[in-house]
């Protein structure tokens, strides 16, 4: 796993030197040794190293081990000891997730917005749509769609990659369903749609009849919803996707078991089970089981009348 430290410093070029001592350390974190880490890092502060990247290898290995608040601790430390703004950016983003995975969600916002303040005065704009992606899943975890939606919108703006601004437009659209603002879900999923065909994104043109098909499915328009989910098959056949083929089949046979209409849902839910075995999801192919003992009940019943 690359440290976020490494990430930072690659985004920053010339910094290759971090050199001794704290690069042994950090290796082990990158090779996932939190453990040996800790050790290694606690040995350097015992020998006076109190610097910047062995608190940063602390700070990482203890995030490693799950244990946020020392996480938190040694990030505190590395920011007093940041000597530039690259420096201080990587610790207000790790402090940003720190805090969300404790869900301090103030602290993490505030840190977000201070590394976003940063991101901008060294004029980094992949660094600012980082931090605005963070800081929009950060609203969306405190059910604050609204402001998600917003930096979402900032985010969108601020692309030049399509591929990236379909991944965006997915985000987008999700938040706004968690709003039931389905009217507005589907005009980004159409924009999404002409995107993909533009740059000839046969993945993301799948996701995105998927998705559409589920927003329309909440709004009630079932043969929109049923032309979505079949687009969504038929392309996912035409690359080879066959989760995607599953899930498209398992929404279909959701939406006939709705209406009872259960040698179609039967059908739907067998063909999604085989997909799912075939991908090697046990627990989706638990789930569809389920769900085709349902349909087998109905039929008792059924019979029984």
Known sequence: MLTLVLVILMFVGAQSSIAQPASLCLRMVELGMYARAVTEGERLLKSGYRDYYTYSCLAEAHEGMDNYSLSIKYTLRMQERATSKPQRLLTFIRLGRLYSLIADYGKSLESYNRALSISRDIKSTSMEVFVLNQIAETYRKMNDYAKAIISYNQIYNMLEDNREKLKVMEKLA??????????????????????????????????TYINMGSVYRSMGERTKAYQSFN???????????????????????EMELEELDLEKAEKSFQTARQLYSLEGKRAEVKRIGEKLEIIESFKRLKHAL
């Open 174 to 207: 999700d938040t706004l369903v968690l709003t039931k603002k389905y009217e507005d879900a589907i005009k980004v999923l159409d924009l999404a749609i002409v995107l993909s065909i533009e740059i000839n994104d046969m993945k993301a043109l799948t996701r």
């Open 231 to 253: 687009e969504g098959v038929q392309n996912a056949q035409v690359i080879g996707d066959r989760l995607m083929q599953a899930v498209a089949h398992e929404q279909l046979g």
